[in-house]
Every structure is written in C-alpha cells, then in structure tokens.
C-alpha cells in the first residue's frame, strides 16, 4: 500500500527507457481536475492545437491519461485509429496540425469497451505510455489526466518530476472550488508548480436576448485562486458552439476564432506561455 | 493484477461481518456515470432525500464512495460533521430528514486535504465504509460512486452482488455517450441490472426571455439508452437554482419542489421504484 509518504514509484526496468524518451521533450504540462466533467479534456486538446497552431506544429504531444474514460480521439476527429506497434514501441497516432496522440481508446476494440483495471494496472499502463510510445522531439507534451487524486494523477507526477507544471481546471461553484482546493495541495505534496487555474462553464449568453445567467454561479475559480495564492490564468464562457464542435471532433479555437470562448482561452495560452518563459530565466 | 477476469474480491477476514450488516439493508442502488461531472452525486444526494421525504424517514443510507472528490457532506449542508467512532465500529453523520451519511470528507481534518492513495488502500476504505459503519435496518443504502470504471465501482460492485441495480447518469453530449457505453458494459460484465440512464443539464431556458438553448445538446442519454436496450429515466434541465441550492447544502427538490429540476427528477424516482416494485414480484 502507497500512502501520501511513498517517495518514488515502483521501480520498472523501463525507468532508464522513460527518461530517454522523455527527456527528448522540451516542456511537461499535466492538466488535472478536482471533480470530473470540468472542461480537462476540452482545455488539454485546445491548449495542444493551440501551440501546434502558433510555431509548433508536429512538435506538440497529448497524452490521454484518462484510462477509464478517454474522450481525446472523441474531440479531435481520431475515432478508430489505432497505435501502430514496431518491434522498439509503438508509434502515437498523428492529429490535426501534426498533434501526436496517444490515447487508450486506441488500444480498444470499441467504443463501448470499458477498461475495469484497478489500481497497480493502471500504473503500469501509464507507465508504458510514457516508456514504450516513440514520441520523438518534441516541444510540449501535454497530459490529460482523470479527476482526483488516485493512480494516474500520482504515477504521472512520481514519474516525471521534471513537470513544468499544472493547469487546474474547475467550473465555478462552491462543489467544485473544495475540491480544487484538495488538487492545489496534491500538487504541492508533490513539489510540483501549480501555473494556475482556468474558471470553465463560466456564464451563459443567452443567444436570443443576450442576457447572461451565471448557470453555475462565478468567481469560484478565482475566489480559491486568490486563497490558496496560485495564479488565476481566465475564465471561458459556456457556449453550446464549444461542446458542438468537440461532438464533431473540431477543436473550438480553431473553427470559432472570433468565439468569446476562443478569445478568453487565447489569454490563458499568453499566461501559459509568460509561466514558461519566466521559468526559462 | 487483476482485470475483468477476477471472480471474487480479496478476503479480508471482515467479509462476515460485512454480510452481516448488509443483510439488514433491503435495497441497494448504486449512482454511477463514465464521465465525471455530469451529475452523479446531486443524483445520489435527491434520490436519497426523495425516498426518505416519502414514506422512508430515517431508513435511507447514503454512502460517498468518491473518496478523492466527496461532495456529498457539502450537498447536504453537512460540512465539518465527523463520524463517532465507538469500539463496535462507526455512526454515520445523520443529515436531512435522518438521512445516514457516510463520506471520507468526515474523516479528513479540512476541505483542501487530498486522498492520495492508490487502488489497494481505495478498495479498503470502501470495505470498511460497508463493513465497520454501523448502518442499522435500513430501506434503502445509496451508493454515490467517482466516474470510470475502476477501484471504487470495481470494488463496490464486487462487495456488493445482492446490488438491485445502477443508475447511470449522463449529460446529452457525444463525448459523455461514449462514455456511457463504457459504464453500461461495466454493468453487464458485472451482472449488475441497469435500472436506467438520466440525462442530466439537458437544455437551459433563459430566465428572462424563456428561449431554450440545448448548451451540451439533447437526446444522448435516450439514444445510447435506446442503443443499449436499458430504460431511459428522463432528462433534468440545467437551472442555476440547482447549482445554488447545492452550494447552499439543500436538496433541491425540497427547496424547489415545483421547479421544471424537480418534476423531472420525481418522474424518475417514480420510475426507480416501479422498478424495485417488478423486481419484488
């Protein structure tokens, strides 16, 4: 049993296998949640595009660490491709703008298939994802993690504790905000930098009149920002154009440029990218 | 490692008593979902309050198995309260309308306090929430399980075989569908019945012009329902007054019992207990 004192993971013979592979990636970035159905995969995917779209493109990676319900394929048009495995790994398969994916739905026969793992098999395929997979050269690998505080989020930390950072994403109610505060301090346990947190599903424009109903409520993100003094990186609006374009496997900052949604996530990128750059310094 | 081929759960020596204390309980109905957020726990939390505000004060469990994000206690207006543990085990917290709760939340000593553990410890918290809680002759023990297909549910369900059946909760996306699939699958490869789907945040009507706006679009809970050949439950609207009314810790089919949220959400517990009532024949 591995409580919160454990100080590193199990050790695998690929351990020397995953550092070179990773260290062939300039920059790490973890996408996590307290609660689940937050907008996590929604923020992963555009953030992806997004520097794939501004100087790097076929030099981003997106690893989908969610096992049990991977919704990245889903999102970027990918459903039914399959991982192609050689004799030294296998190779991710490639998405828009050349975003190099991997993905367990992937791995699966169908969309219906669940994966009923427990926790050390988890680890182990998390584990792979990072050793066995070719990524190559790459100038960010950004990594979609499952709500909570469990297996995946803490063999990906344990695992690469060169992480630049993680991105938290909440919607704003109180619900959601006490369970942000319990992903800042899983953060903090493991010495990784918070770069700050993303308020989605932040207030709704009614498309006829205009009127904007704050559906689950506001401020909540940046309420527990300022309490636990992490940075507040924006708030995106809701917007039923956001969830049709990822039915349809769009990213949204690529097929609404002009979208509020897409201009509230750009300034999120520019804060991403100052993090980043101060870092370098 | 254990994968879906497992048969049994690992015997601890509690599994006697763990029968023992179950077999006091005449229903169980366990709320899960594939992807998170979507409105798991304020279903687990209203069917609770509903079964107890009609006819079953005071003999309706409540069990919070999402032990990394536990939103039940704050739901519930029950923040702060812990479990009294004596020598011959632990009382749950009693919230509205004798409600018995039990969480992780009332064992950890603030809201920020994350559960970093790992599979093995998770499926031992669950045993003990079943076997060393002192539940007492109850009608009904609801079980509000974390999104995915792992420990908890596997656990749970497992510990559980006697289970009248899961509710599966979902919001109309294509995304969560998939999802859905997975859980539904989980289910059957469980032997476990799908009593049915509910399709939560299905459209939002602007307070001030009434006009509706399918923001996470319409009908995925009933067509992957139709797909599956499970029965579908009904749809509950997106309306910020459930939001708030969660935050604030009220149920809100009490506080809004003539809200459009709380006539859909009785029309599906009318359809649960039809269900318990075929099932008795």
Redesign the interface.
Same mark, same amino acid.
């Given at each position: 049993?591995?409580?919160?004192n454990e100080t590193k993971p199990p050790a695998f013979k690929e351990d020397t296998i995953l550092r070179k592979r990773m260290d062939k990636i300039k920059h790490k970035i973890a996408v996590i949640s307290?609660?689940? !159905? #937050?907008g996590k995969?929604l923020t992963a995917v555009n953030l992806a595009i997004s520097f794939a779209n501004k100087g790097h493109e076929n030099k981003v990676g997106l690893l989908d660490a969610? %096992?049990? !319900?991977p919704?990245v394929p889903?999102?970027l048009g990918m459903e039914g491709q399959k991982l192609k495995v050689g004799p030294v790994g296998a190779l991710p398969a490639i998405g828009p703008l050349g975003v190099k994916v991997v993905s367990m739905q992937f791995l699966l026969e169908g969309?219906? #298939?669940?994966?009923?793992?427990?926790?050390? %098999?988890?680890?182990?395929a998390i584990q792979q994802f990072l050793s066995d997979i070719l990524w190559g050269e790459l100038d960010f690998l950004f990594i979609d993690l499952?709500?909570?505080? !469990?297996?995946e989020p803490?063999s990906v930390l344990k695992l690469l504790p060169e992480m630049d950072g993680v991105v938290i994403v909440t919607?704003p109610?109180?619900?959601s905000q006490?369970?942000v505060?319990?992903?800042?301090?899983?953060s903090r346990?493991l010495n990784v930098p918070v770069i700050g947190i993303v308020e989605n599903m932040s207030g709704?424009v009614?498309?006829?009149?205009g009127?904007k109903?704050?559906?689950?409520?506001t401020g909540g993100g940046e309420k527990v920002a300022n309490a636990?003094n992490v940075p507040f990186l924006g708030r995106i609006p %809701?917007?039923?154009r956001v969830?049709?374009a990822?039915?349809a496997g769009n990213p949204f900052i690529l097929q609404y440029p002009d979208s509020p949604a897409t201009k509230a996530f750009q300034e999120i990128v520019e804060k991403i990218k100052a993090f980043l750059q101060e870092k370098e310094k």
């Open positions: 049993m591995q409580t919160t307290g609660k689940g !159905g #937050v995969t969610d %096992l049990h !319900g919704c889903k999102m969309n219906e #298939v669940p994966v009923v793992w427990r926790g050390p %098999l988890k680890m182990r499952p709500p909570g505080t !469990g297996d803490l919607i109610s109180e619900v006490n369970v505060e319990k992903a800042i301090t899983f346990q709704f009614c498309p006829e009149c009127t109903t704050h559906i689950f409520k636990f %809701l917007d039923p969830c049709e990822s039915d």
